[in-house]
């Protein structure tokens, strides 16, 4: 199984610039999230989907869009990138059911000059 | 809101030696689930272990082990016999057991730095 997978790796951008941030999984999850790592700051909640349709905000969603049309995928849109958007994003999954932790990608570095 | 607290920014320990790292969280649930999670420098984010609040018994997976004090709100982590591997970011996580909604969501910690000296 290829998990969840984070496209692209790595990117840099100019301010002012869109971009989409991919993010797939096959293991039929309901669950899925995007956060956010900086340094000294642990992972921060960006957006998040219980469900194909069905989105909400976490913890730093200005800046970021997302949407689910389907189970698999959970793009994040960065609109008109600003240099304090530079930081690692990581995609998660998970069943949410019991105990089950969340799975993530492999995470995207992204700099914005 | 839940908040997850790790006290320790950075840890050193030598190898094969024992290390715990500390984690507190605030919340006014009774059930709920806590995790540790890995991240060596590959970026990787690795499940080391998971503890159900409703348990008494603490987790254990090989060389991690974990104390939890439910009265207190704390979750240690104990790794055993170091090894050069286990060198790496250690993130504490909490996350509600009820189901639906925003209680999916993991709230972290801001990490503890390891490392294993030889």
């Known amino acids: 199984n290829a998990g969840v997978t984070q496209t692209p790796k790595f990117q840099v951008l100019k301010t002012g610039q869109s971009m989409t941030l991919q993010c797939a999984q096959d293991?039929?999850?309901?669950?899925m999230s995007w956060y956010r790592q900086d340094p000294g700051m642990g992972l921060r909640l960006i957006h998040y989907?219980?469900?194909?349709?069905?989105?909400d905000q976490g913890e730093v969603p200005n800046g970021y869009n997302v949407s689910r049309s389907t189970t698999e995928d959970f793009p994040l849109r960065l609109l008109s990138a600003a240099p304090s958007q530079t930081s690692v994003y990581f995609c998660?999954?998970?069943?949410?059911?019991?105990?089950?932790?969340?799975?993530f990608g492999d995470g995207t570095r992204l700099s914005i000059l | 809101a839940q908040t997850v607290t790790q006290s320790q920014p950075e840890m050193s320990v030598q190898e094969a030696e024992t290390v715990t790292l500390s984690c507190t969280y605030d919340?006014?649930?009774?059930?709920?689930?806590l995790f540790w999670y890995k991240q060596p420098p590959s970026r990787q984010m690795i499940l080391v272990i998971r503890?159900?609040?409703?348990?008494?018994q603490n987790a254990t997976e090989n060389r991690f082990s974990v104390n939890f004090q439910k009265a207190a709100k704390s979750f240690s982590l104990k790794i055993s016999d170091s090894q050069l591997g286990d060198a790496a970011m250690y993130f504490c996580?909490?996350?509600?057991?009820?189901?639906?909604?925003?209680?999916?969501?993991?709230?972290f910690g801001k990490g503890t730095l390891l490392t294993v000296n030889p």
């Open positions: 998660a999954s998970s069943s949410g059911r019991g105990n089950q932790p969340q799975h």
């Open positions: 293991m039929n999850h309901e669950y």
């Open positions: 989907s219980v469900g194909a349709g069905i989105t």
């Open positions: 919340t006014s649930e009774s059930d709920y689930y």
């Open positions: 503890q159900e609040a409703y348990k008494q």
């Open positions: 996580a909490y996350r509600m057991a009820n189901s639906g909604g925003s209680n999916y969501k993991l709230t």
